[in-house]
């Protein structure tokens, strides 16, 4: 099974602040890599797949990027409404699976 | 708009069955993988289960395989999850979702999810 390694676990930031979340893949995943947001109480939303493509609908402040083993997802700006718990998951290879999470608190 | 809408799940005993349920609706619902994942409390998510549009391809992560079956009704447009000889380690919100590049795919839509517990 590949493994993602997803850091930091969590983050306190501020209204503007930058907020950047690395995943790191035990294996090449080429670029199979997507991201997702979770609100508590919540399921996932879609934000970024392909590891660097926007989801249709989701704000311009997120963005992602890497191939291979290792990849970053940042949000520029950071706004009240994207508290949450962020995943990243590769579906290079089955079993699919998700990194451990990162909470981001304000 | 799309919709996934999950229903089903409960309190169980462990070693007993249960059948999760997920109606969709706003796509075309044959053109699609559809594909199970689930949260325990607290914790990160997990996949489970994927199905082929036409549900003869099927894929499942280890530790539920031989006890959970995924199948869908693509003229009720609906996918289930019958999950037997339940574990207290399967307690979870499961969530149904959709596949939109075959059994290696990101998940576009999610429902809402229905929580299982498997307590005595």
């Known amino acids: 099974d590949i493994q993602m390694t997803q850091s930091p676990s969590s983050v306190s930031a501020s209204v503007g602040d930058r907020v950047t979340i690395t995943c790191q893949a035990s294996q090449d995943i080429i670029n199979f890599l997507s991201w997702y947001q979770q609100k508590p109480g919540k399921a996932p939303t879609l934000l970024i797949y392909d590891a660097s493509n926007l989801e249709t609908g989701v704000p311009s402040r997120f963005s992602g990027s890497g191939s291979g083993i290792d990849f970053t997802f940042t949000i520029t700006s950071l706004q009240p409404e994207d508290i949450g718990t962020y995943y990243c998951q590769q579906y290079d290879n089955l079993p699919l699976t998700f990194g451990g999470g990162t909470k981001v608190e304000i | 708009e799309v919709q996934l809408v999950e229903s089903g799940g409960g309190l169980v005993q462990p070693g007993g069955s249960l059948r999760l349920s997920c109606a969709a609706s706003g796509f075309s619902f044959t053109s699609y993988w559809m594909t199970w994942v689930r949260q325990a409390p607290g914790k990160g998510l997990q996949w489970v289960a994927s199905?082929?549009?036409?549900?003869?391809?099927?894929?499942?992560v280890d530790s539920v395989e031989g006890r959970f079956i995924i199948s869908r009704d693509n003229a009720k447009n609906s996918v289930s999850l019958q999950m037997n000889s339940l574990r207290v380690e399967d307690t979870a919100v499961y969530y149904c979702?959709?596949?939109?590049f075959g059994r290696g795919s990101y998940s576009d839509y999610w429902g809402q999810g229905t929580l299982v517990t498997v307590s005595s």
């Open positions: 979702a959709r596949a939109p």
């Open positions: 199905i082929k549009q036409d549900g003869t391809e099927k894929n499942y």
